[in-house]
């Protein structure tokens, strides 16, 4: 998918009410009552939030050992999860204690479709 149209050039992050609804994908898709948007951990990398498997994502960072897992996909594993959710907890704790994130134009347009 293309960049989110925004209609903002300065480094002031979109929001509702600078996205450009005349762009072609909001008339395309304005509406519709049923629409499925398929994205991924990419969609908040630059909002500082890592992704799964680059080098310097999640998965990469993890101390296997120390949170007793056998494999970085065990952390999200439902089975795992179901037998062992203290590697789960231990790592969503660390990972959000004292963050401030930010939206990405990407979840101000995803808000802007679903609210409209």
């Known amino acids: ?3 989110p149209p925004t209609t903002t050039t ?3 992050p979109p929001n ?3 996205l450009d609804r005349s ?3 909001f008339t395309f898709l304005g509406g519709k009552s049923n629409i499925i948007i398929l994205s991924g951990a990419g969609l908040s990398v630059s909002c500082g939030i890592p992704d799964f498997r680059s080098a310097g994502g999640l998965y990469n960072s993890l101390d296997l050992h120390a949170l007793d897992l ?3 996909e065990d952390l999200f594993d439902l089975d795992y999860f179901k037998d062992n959710a203290v590697p789960f907890y231990t790592f ?3 990972l959000y ?3 401030s994130v930010e939206p990405s134009p990407g ?3 995803l808000n802007e479709l679903q609210v409209s």
Do not use: D, E, Q, R
Request: hydrophobic share 20%; with cysteine; glycine share 4%.
């Open 10 to 12: 300065s480094s002031t």
């Open 70 to 72: 056998t494999c970085p």
């Open 92 to 94: 969503a704790k660390s």
């Open 23 to 25: 762009h072609p994908l």
């Open 16 to 18: 509702s009410t600078n």
């Open 97 to 99: 204690s004292g963050v």
């Open 107 to 109: 979840h101000y347009w």
């Open 1 to 3: 998918m293309s960049t």
